[in-house]
């Protein structure tokens, strides 16, 4: 436990720090054109059937050359991945990311009927839907290998990048348009926030995880009662400044 | 609604063709226009125009130009809605005849900003990091070029509108230059580009709209001009660098 709180601290610590630096590889999204597969062919039959050997091996690179025997490559072509184990935790985590859109559909907006879901209340499916991949696919009993994996200083700016893409596409995928200022602190708050659920997920022996699914809700409603969540820091200072001239403005003060 | 307030001047100005690239001149391969247009006018008129992907995708580099290209717009229509709004109050108090004037150019700022927050969810861009630091220096420049009277309010619309222009005119250029490149290849820009080309020159030629008005409110009578207009130029400038980057 003591060492997978301490990585989340590191995580969560930095991943604030990396967030406000933007990640270089975020592009435009052609709307019309969907975006090339992240993995080759042959990467894919290999890491895809490697993953099935991570609840029994772990995130190693046992599970790599089982998974390339399994999908009928020599034992070389691990050196495909130049990450080693790595590359796995790496296919598992943008696997899963891509597979939320599809994983969870919301109710059309239009379709009338149903009560409109809030944006903050498709974030908490969209994060419980991610978290409960991972015992589905029962990596969470090795997830501590792939903390202290991600963890690692070579590493960290990767891992980071791509906790950064989850986050947005979760966002994205609630149907969140703003693009202020809070863009950022949304983003570093969800970031933060599912880490380190991740994390506790890794120490719960609830049924069903319901634990998981507590500290998650305590996690989200802090963050709605702090504000890191709608009203960010720098939102607030934005707005501040701009609007402090029409607050004067409204109390009869002429400027 | 606000159209029918203004002054003669500025309704002769304002309803330009705006499906007529007129201002293309002013970007340096205007040859290969002609063709482009044909084509932007069959987009347009086509109900759904996301059915027409482009028959190349984009690279990655021309990705990349999108992503800070229309951040730098964002921004850029974020401080031209909040310049305008601190300039209204005290200019309009001081000089009543120019309120139609400041309204209109003031609803097309909105409009604008308006048009690229939705381009930047659509296409999944992130804001400047600089968005709250942007905001305050916005208000502060419409609120002071305001106090220091109609001149430097003008000369600030001008020369903030002068930088702005070329920015705008600069995306066509490339716009233009990728269109003629595909079209040699024997591809198409796609509907989603020649929507966005239309939406850029339309925005280019309401902001020369506002260079115009600037101008003719005798921006040029301000005093310092030179140094004013250098200041405000320069910083558009800085801030554009900035944005592009962060
Ligand atoms: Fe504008
Ligand atoms: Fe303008």
């Known amino acids: ?255 | 609604m606000s159209l029918a307030l203004l002054p003669s001047k500025a309704i002769r100005r304002s309803p330009r063709p705006q499906s007529l690239p007129v201002l293309d001149f002013l970007a340096p391969n205007w040859t290969s226009w002609r063709p482009v247009t044909q084509k932007a006018r069959i987009a347009t008129s086509a109900p759904n125009t996301s059915t027409n992907p482009p028959s190349k995708p984009l690279t990655k580099s021309q990705k990349e130009y999108l992503d800070s290209a229309l951040r730098v717009n964002q921004a850029g229509e974020l401080a031209a809605v909040l310049i305008y709004t601190a300039q209204t109050p005290p200019l309009t108090r001081a000089h009543p005849h120019l309120r139609p004037l400041m309204t209109h150019m003031y609803e097309q700022e909105a409009g604008h900003f308006a048009v690229f927050n939705t381009l930047l969810a659509k296409h999944r861009i992130r804001p400047t990091a600089m968005y709250p630091v942007w905001s305050v220096a916005a208000t502060a420049l419409g609120w002071g070029t305001a106090l220091m009277g109609r001149e430097a309010a003008m000369a600030c619309t001008e020369a903030v509108e002068t930088e702005i222009g070329g920015h705008y005119n600069e995306q066509v250029r490339v716009l233009l230059e990728w269109a003629d490149e595909r079209r040699k290849e024997g591809h198409t820009l796609g509907a989603e580009l020649e929507e966005l080309l239309g939406t850029l020159r339309r925005i280019r030629d309401e902001e020369l709209e506002h260079l115009d008005i600037a101008v003719e409110n005798d921006a040029k009578e301000a005093r310092p001009y030179e140094l004013l207009t250098d200041v405000i130029k320069g910083g558009c400038r800085a801030a554009i660098w900035v944005t592009e980057r962060v």
Do not use: C
Not at chain 1, 64 to 88: E, K, W
């Open chain 1, 1 to 255: 436990m003591a060492t997978s709180t301490r990585l989340a601290r590191t995580l969560t610590r930095s991943s604030l720090r990396s967030l406000s630096k933007p990640p270089t590889t975020r592009r435009y999204h052609a709307a019309d054109s969907p975006p090339p597969p992240p993995f080759s062919p042959a990467e894919s039959a290999i890491l895809s059937a490697a993953l099935a050997h991570v609840p029994a091996n772990g995130f190693t690179s046992t599970s790599l050359r089982l998974g390339a025997r399994d999908a009928g490559y020599l034992d070389a072509s691990t050196n495909l991945f130049p990450r080693g184990a790595f590359d796995l935790v790496n296919y598992y985590l943008v696997t899963q990311r891509l597979a939320l859109k599809d994983s969870v559909q919301f109710p059309a907006e239009s379709a009338g009927g149903g009560a409109r879901i809030g944006v903050g209340k498709k974030v908490r499916t969209l994060a419980l839907a991610r978290l409960r991949a991972n015992a589905e696919v029962g990596v969470v009993g090795r997830w501590g290998e792939a903390l202290a994996l991600m963890a690692q200083p070579t590493l960290l700016p990767a891992s980071l990048a791509e906790l950064a893409r989850l986050a947005d596409e979760m966002w994205f995928l609630a149907g969140d348009t703003a693009v202020d200022a809070s863009w950022y602190t949304k983003r570093a708050s969800l970031a933060t926030i599912y880490s380190a659920t991740e994390v506790f997920m890794t120490q719960d022996q609830s049924t069903g995880f319901k634990d998981t699914e507590r500290f998650l809700d305590a996690r989200l409603e802090d963050g709605m009662r702090v504000g890191g969540f709608l009203g960010g820091v720098g939102e607030w200072v934005g707005y501040t400044g701009h609007s402090l001239v029409n607050v004067l403005r409204s109390k009869g003060v002429r400027i």
